[in-house]
């Protein structure tokens, strides 16, 4: 079955910088437009970045400028560059894939920012 595994978040301080990956596999990944989305305690669960299979980028108003994602089909991988990191940022992030069929979801790794 179709695998989303998540990796790279942690405790970082705020200014700091991170950077996720989300590695998929048993799926056809040129084909499917990816995303990362992410939840917060006692929030719902929220957009961040996604990447269409034409390497076109939109990012939610709140990390524009700061977060960067990106993909590579050769292996698999799309990955979320997370600078100027702030506390309003922590939250557990997921990948998530999607095409006109299907949608999946990863675990998710947990991102925290604080001193």
């Known amino acids: 079955q179709v695998q989303l595994v998540e990796s790279g978040g942690g405790l970082v301080h705020p200014g700091g910088s991170l950077s996720l990956s989300c590695a998929a596999s048993r799926l056809r990944f040129s084909d499917y437009e990816m995303g990362w989305y992410r939840q917060a305690p006692g929030k719902s669960r929220e957009l961040v970045a996604t990447i269409t299979s034409g390497d076109s980028a939109s990012y939610a108003s709140s990390v524009k400028g700061r977060f960067v994602i990106f993909r590579d089909n050769a292996v698999n991988t799309v990955s979320l560059q997370m600078n100027s990191l702030k506390p309003d940022d922590t939250a557990v992030y997921y990948c998530?894939?999607?095409?006109?069929?299907?949608?999946?979801w990863g675990q998710g790794t947990q991102v925290t920012v604080s001193l």
């Open positions: 998530k894939a999607e095409n006109f069929d299907h949608t999946y």
